[in-house]
Protein backbone atom coordinates (compact mmCIF):
# COMPACT_ATOMS: atom_id res chain seq x y z
CA UNK A 1 0.00 0.00 0.00
CA UNK A 2 1.77 3.48 -0.76
CA UNK A 3 1.68 5.45 2.11
CA UNK A 4 -1.13 8.09 2.10
CA UNK A 5 -3.67 5.73 0.52
CA UNK A 6 -6.32 3.58 1.61
CA UNK A 7 -6.94 0.18 1.28
CA UNK A 8 -8.93 0.93 -2.28
CA UNK A 9 -5.96 3.28 -3.55
CA UNK A 10 -7.57 6.11 -2.91
CA UNK A 11 -5.62 9.03 -2.23
CA UNK A 12 -6.32 10.73 1.44
CA UNK A 13 -4.62 13.95 2.08
CA UNK A 14 -2.25 14.45 5.04
CA UNK A 15 -2.72 15.53 8.51
CA UNK A 16 -2.20 19.45 8.21
CA UNK A 17 -1.11 21.29 11.53
CA UNK A 18 -2.14 23.96 11.74
CA UNK A 19 0.73 25.72 13.95
CA UNK A 20 2.64 25.21 10.81
CA UNK A 21 1.34 27.81 8.98
CA UNK A 22 1.80 31.47 9.48
CA UNK A 23 0.07 34.29 7.23
CA UNK A 24 2.19 36.99 6.74
CA UNK A 25 2.37 40.31 4.89
CA UNK A 26 3.49 39.85 1.09
CA UNK A 27 6.50 42.07 1.30
CA UNK A 28 7.85 40.61 3.86
CA UNK A 29 8.61 37.92 1.34
CA UNK A 30 11.65 36.92 -0.70
CA UNK A 31 11.33 37.14 -4.59
CA UNK A 32 11.01 33.44 -5.07
CA UNK A 33 7.91 32.95 -2.39
CA UNK A 34 6.06 36.96 -3.87
CA UNK A 35 6.46 34.81 -7.19
CA UNK A 36 4.50 31.75 -5.90
CA UNK A 37 1.83 34.30 -4.71
CA UNK A 38 1.29 35.41 -7.93
CA UNK A 39 0.72 32.44 -9.46
CA UNK A 40 -1.55 31.18 -6.88
CA UNK A 41 -3.35 34.68 -7.52
CA UNK A 42 -3.64 34.09 -10.95
CA UNK A 43 -4.59 30.18 -11.05
CA UNK A 44 -7.13 31.00 -8.83
CA UNK A 45 -8.98 33.68 -10.49
CA UNK A 46 -10.10 33.91 -14.53
CA UNK A 47 -9.00 36.99 -16.07
CA UNK A 48 -12.28 39.17 -15.92
CA UNK A 49 -12.52 38.31 -11.50
CA UNK A 50 -8.41 39.94 -11.12
CA UNK A 51 -7.16 43.37 -10.84
CA UNK A 52 -2.95 43.22 -12.33
CA UNK A 53 -1.08 41.63 -9.57
CA UNK A 54 1.77 44.79 -9.17
CA UNK A 55 -1.39 46.37 -8.09
CA UNK A 56 -2.35 44.20 -5.05
CA UNK A 57 1.22 44.34 -3.95
CA UNK A 58 3.85 47.06 -5.27
CA UNK A 59 0.89 49.72 -6.02
CA UNK A 60 -1.57 48.74 -2.83
CA UNK A 61 -3.84 51.63 -1.65
CA UNK A 62 -3.68 53.02 1.89
CA UNK A 63 -5.48 49.92 4.33
CA UNK A 64 -4.96 47.29 1.83
CA UNK A 65 -3.23 44.66 2.77
CA UNK A 66 -2.11 41.52 0.96
CA UNK A 67 -1.26 38.41 2.87
CA UNK A 68 0.35 34.72 1.67
CA UNK A 69 -0.42 31.70 3.91
CA UNK A 70 3.09 30.56 4.43
CA UNK A 71 4.76 26.82 5.93
CA UNK A 72 8.55 26.92 6.02
CA UNK A 73 8.74 30.40 3.46
CA UNK A 74 6.30 28.67 1.24
CA UNK A 75 3.24 30.26 -0.07
CA UNK A 76 0.03 27.98 0.10
CA UNK A 77 -2.08 30.89 0.14
CA UNK A 78 -3.45 34.36 -0.59
CA UNK A 79 -5.59 36.90 0.78
CA UNK A 80 -5.99 40.34 -0.08
CA UNK A 81 -7.84 43.37 2.47
CA UNK A 82 -8.81 46.68 2.11
CA UNK A 83 -9.65 48.77 5.44
CA UNK A 84 -13.08 50.25 5.01
CA UNK A 85 -12.10 53.64 6.46
CA UNK A 86 -12.28 54.59 10.15
CA UNK A 87 -15.71 51.89 10.29
CA UNK A 88 -13.61 48.97 12.06
CA UNK A 89 -14.93 47.17 8.54
CA UNK A 90 -12.67 45.14 5.98
CA UNK A 91 -13.61 44.04 2.60
CA UNK A 92 -12.25 40.62 1.64
CA UNK A 93 -11.25 41.41 -2.04
CA UNK A 94 -9.31 37.87 -2.28
CA UNK A 95 -8.93 34.64 -0.75
CA UNK A 96 -7.21 31.65 -2.53
CA UNK A 97 -5.16 28.32 -1.27
CA UNK A 98 -3.20 26.96 -4.07
CA UNK A 99 -5.02 24.63 -6.39
CA UNK A 100 -2.46 21.75 -6.03
CA UNK A 101 -2.71 22.07 -2.05
CA UNK A 102 -6.76 22.10 -1.75
CA UNK A 103 -8.74 19.05 0.05
CA UNK A 104 -6.16 19.37 3.36
CA UNK A 105 -7.94 21.99 5.40
CA UNK A 106 -5.68 25.09 4.21
CA UNK A 107 -8.61 27.20 3.48
CA UNK A 108 -9.80 26.62 6.85
CA UNK A 109 -6.25 27.63 8.33
CA UNK A 110 -5.88 30.52 6.57
CA UNK A 111 -9.52 31.82 7.62
CA UNK A 112 -9.10 31.29 10.87
CA UNK A 113 -5.71 33.06 11.03
CA UNK A 114 -6.94 35.66 8.86
CA UNK A 115 -9.94 36.37 11.89
CA UNK A 116 -7.13 36.34 14.14
CA UNK A 117 -5.30 38.60 12.33
CA UNK A 118 -8.21 41.28 11.63
CA UNK A 119 -9.70 40.85 15.52
CA UNK A 120 -5.73 41.81 16.34
CA UNK A 121 -6.00 44.84 14.24
CA UNK A 122 -9.78 46.08 15.48
CA UNK A 123 -11.81 44.99 12.88
CA UNK A 124 -15.47 44.25 13.82
CA UNK A 125 -16.85 42.95 10.72
CA UNK A 126 -15.39 41.31 7.86
CA UNK A 127 -17.40 42.08 4.40
CA UNK A 128 -16.84 39.78 1.08
CA UNK A 129 -18.32 38.66 -1.62
CA UNK A 130 -18.70 36.13 -3.91
CA UNK A 131 -19.56 34.90 -7.43
CA UNK A 132 -23.28 33.82 -7.73
CA UNK A 133 -23.31 30.56 -9.28
CA UNK A 134 -26.90 31.85 -11.29
CA UNK A 135 -25.74 34.08 -13.13
CA UNK A 136 -24.70 33.83 -17.00
CA UNK A 137 -21.35 32.06 -17.31
CA UNK A 138 -20.83 30.57 -13.47
CA UNK A 139 -21.65 27.60 -13.81
CA UNK A 140 -19.66 24.16 -13.23
CA UNK A 141 -17.36 24.48 -15.77
CA UNK A 142 -16.11 27.60 -13.72
CA UNK A 143 -16.42 25.85 -10.28
CA UNK A 144 -13.11 26.75 -8.90
CA UNK A 145 -14.16 30.57 -9.07
CA UNK A 146 -17.43 30.32 -7.91
CA UNK A 147 -19.18 29.76 -4.73
CA UNK A 148 -22.81 28.75 -3.73
CA UNK A 149 -23.14 31.41 -1.05
CA UNK A 150 -24.41 34.69 -1.67
CA UNK A 151 -22.65 38.14 -0.79
CA UNK A 152 -22.12 38.54 3.22
CA UNK A 153 -20.36 39.53 5.68
CA UNK A 154 -18.95 38.11 8.53
CA UNK A 155 -18.27 39.62 12.51
CA UNK A 156 -15.09 39.24 13.72
CA UNK A 157 -16.34 39.43 17.40
CA UNK A 158 -13.58 38.47 20.37
CA UNK A 159 -14.32 34.70 20.61
CA UNK A 160 -16.52 34.24 23.69
CA UNK A 161 -15.69 31.93 26.50
CA UNK A 162 -15.59 28.53 24.21
CA UNK A 163 -11.88 27.96 23.46
CA UNK A 164 -10.24 28.43 20.13
CA UNK A 165 -13.98 28.96 18.78
CA UNK A 166 -14.83 32.03 17.08
CA UNK A 167 -18.00 33.67 18.11
CA UNK A 168 -19.71 34.69 15.19
Request: hydrophobic share 40%.
Amino acid sequence: MVPGTGRSGTRYPRPVMAAAYVLEPVEDLDTAAVGAVRRIYEEGFPDHLRADFTSLTDNREDGESALALVLRRQPCGFAMLRRLGVTGWTFLRYFVVDQRLRGQGLGGIMWDQLIAWLQADGCTLLVFDVEDPGEPGCGPAQAPWCCPYAGTGRRTRAPATTAGRRCC
